[in-house]
């Protein structure tokens, strides 16, 4: 089967797409990043190659080697993966040492996969094993208002999840183990991705500090749906900021446990501290 025609590519495709609608990749802004099952590359098998060059990752991703992953292209635009996905888009192939990769489909008219691999690969070493394989998109996207939160709340996990928790009924359902602040750093190297990983041993969701979100989930409705929730609790925090600057009523912590019961979830108590 071509590529273009099988079921995962046209999943990768239209949540590119969707992100680039919701606004959160202006220019080339944000990546994608798919781990390819067994099935889904021998569907497609006939319309790899496996002649390109072995290139440097950048990092070691040994829990990775043999993998197949579908990626948004280095200095790619979003707005263009629908229309031209082949210059847009490609699978890669990681080699049996996990440190690197060749492409086997895509990237037409050259350039290389998305500058944030080293984070992106790295994620997903740690989420292939803490989910126990079942993690296998991860997606970074310029979210608009949770960057503009970065600006006002203080950069720690606890600040960020309580504040995100409070906005949106349904956000502690939707991310209970919270989320993760990396502090600003040189996006695209190995220091963000190893800070960005450690978070992710807990969390599906890590803010970069005035850079966006990344995000892991097991498939695409999941994870751009995490996205979704995690950008728009941030925007109801700061249309609330922008009318009083402070909330006259919220969530209360009993309220939370209340919560958790009811809906089977487990909340860290580290995040239900009294205010
Ligand atoms: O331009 O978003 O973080 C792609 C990015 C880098
Ligand atoms: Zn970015």
Redesign the pocket.
């Given at each position: 089967m071509k590529v273009l025609e099988s079921a995962v590519m046209q999943g990768f495709m239209r949540m590119a797409d969707d992100g680039f609608c919701q606004g959160w990749h202006e220019?080339?802004?944000?990546?994608l990043t798919y781990r390819m099952k067994p099935e889904e590359v021998e569907q497609v098998r006939e319309d790899l190659r496996f002649d390109a060059p072995w290139q440097d990752i950048g990092t070691s991703v040994p829990g990775l080697a043999g993998e197949f992953f579908i990626a948004t292209g280095?200095?790619k635009y979003f707005r263009n993966v629908m229309p031209f996905p082949e210059d847009s888009c490609a699978i890669v192939e990681i080699d049996p040492t996990g440190e690197k990769y060749r492409i086997c489909w895509g990237l037409v008219n050259g350039g290389r996969p998305?500058?944030?691999l080293p984070s992106h690969l790295m994620n997903h070493e740690v989420k292939k094993r803490v989910t126990g394989g079942e993690h296998r998109v991860i997606y970074?996207a310029?979210t608009t208002n949770v960057i503009a939160l970065t600006f006002v709340l203080p950069l720690t996990d606890e600040a960020f999840t309580r504040e995100l928790w409070e906005m949106a009924t349904e956000c502690p359902v939707v991310f209970p183990s919270g989320v993760g602040v990396v502090p600003w750093m040189v996006?695209?190297g190995r220091d963000i991705a190893v800070a960005t990983s450690k978070l992710m041993e807990q969390y599906d969701v890590a803010v970069w500090a005035h850079?966006?979100i990344f995000c892991s989930g097991a498939d695409f409705d999941l994870t751009f749906g995490l996205a979704h929730t995690v950008e728009k609790s941030a925007e109801i925090l700061v249309k609330t900021l922008s009318m009083t600057g402070a909330k006259r009523q919220t969530i209360q912590p009993d309220q939370f446990r209340d919560l958790a019961k009811d809906f089977h979830v487990s909340l860290p108590e580290r995040f239900l501290f009294e205010k």
């Amino acid at each position: 089967m071509k590529v273009l025609e099988s079921a995962v590519m046209q999943g990768f495709m239209r949540m590119a797409d969707d992100g680039f609608c919701q606004g959160w990749h202006e220019r080339n802004g944000g990546n994608l990043t798919y781990r390819m099952k067994p099935e889904e590359v021998e569907q497609v098998r006939e319309d790899l190659r496996f002649d390109a060059p072995w290139q440097d990752i950048g990092t070691s991703v040994p829990g990775l080697a043999g993998e197949f992953f579908i990626a948004t292209g280095s200095g790619k635009y979003f707005r263009n993966v629908m229309p031209f996905p082949e210059d847009s888009c490609a699978i890669v192939e990681i080699d049996p040492t996990g440190e690197k990769y060749r492409i086997c489909w895509g990237l037409v008219n050259g350039g290389r996969p998305t500058s944030e691999l080293p984070s992106h690969l790295m994620n997903h070493e740690v989420k292939k094993r803490v989910t126990g394989g079942e993690h296998r998109v991860i997606y970074h996207a310029h979210t608009t208002n949770v960057i503009a939160l970065t600006f006002v709340l203080p950069l720690t996990d606890e600040a960020f999840t309580r504040e995100l928790w409070e906005m949106a009924t349904e956000c502690p359902v939707v991310f209970p183990s919270g989320v993760g602040v990396v502090p600003w750093m040189v996006p695209g190297g190995r220091d963000i991705a190893v800070a960005t990983s450690k978070l992710m041993e807990q969390y599906d969701v890590a803010v970069w500090a005035h850079h966006g979100i990344f995000c892991s989930g097991a498939d695409f409705d999941l994870t751009f749906g995490l996205a979704h929730t995690v950008e728009k609790s941030a925007e109801i925090l700061v249309k609330t900021l922008s009318m009083t600057g402070a909330k006259r009523q919220t969530i209360q912590p009993d309220q939370f446990r209340d919560l958790a019961k009811d809906f089977h979830v487990s909340l860290p108590e580290r995040f239900l501290f009294e205010k």
